[in-house]
């Protein structure tokens, strides 16, 4: 079982930054896949950035260029950089990891980015 812990969400005008963070209550090199999520009110869940245990980034499209994962081996933190925030960037913001074939959520952090 993995227990994740996210934090650092907040009010932000557009074109400001926000650096969210992620706890995770294991070794976070023996995490296949780690990542960041959100939720829109009315909308799915989508993918934001995820990275893998070897350190593989990947990004949706709709951020690449603006935020940025990273981590923390010895902390056990994975973090999420996000700059030149957009209003459309309003959401909660899930960590996630994906360890021995199951999915572990944290319980989000709010993102809103409005004027």
């Known amino acids: 079982q993995v227990l994740l812990v996210e934090s650092g969400g907040g009010l932000v005008q557009p074109g400001g930054s926000l650096r969210l963070s992620c706890s995770a209550s294991?070794?976070?090199?023996?995490?296949?896949?780690m990542g960041w999520y959100r939720q829109a009110p009315g909308e799915q869940r989508e993918l934001v950035a995820t990275?893998?245990?070897?350190?593989?980034?990947d990004y949706a499209d709709s951020v690449k260029g603006r935020f940025t994962i990273s981590r923390d081996i010895v902390k056990n933190m994975v973090y999420l950089q996000m700059d030149s925030l957009k209003p459309e960037d309003t959401a909660v913001y899930y960590c996630?990891?994906?360890?021995?074939?199951?999915?572990?959520w944290g319980q989000g952090t709010q993102v809103t980015v409005s004027s």
């Open positions: 990275i893998t245990s070897s350190g593989s980034r």
């Open positions: 294991r070794n976070i090199l023996n995490i296949q896949t």
């Open positions: 996630k990891a994906y360890h021995w074939g199951s999915d572990y």
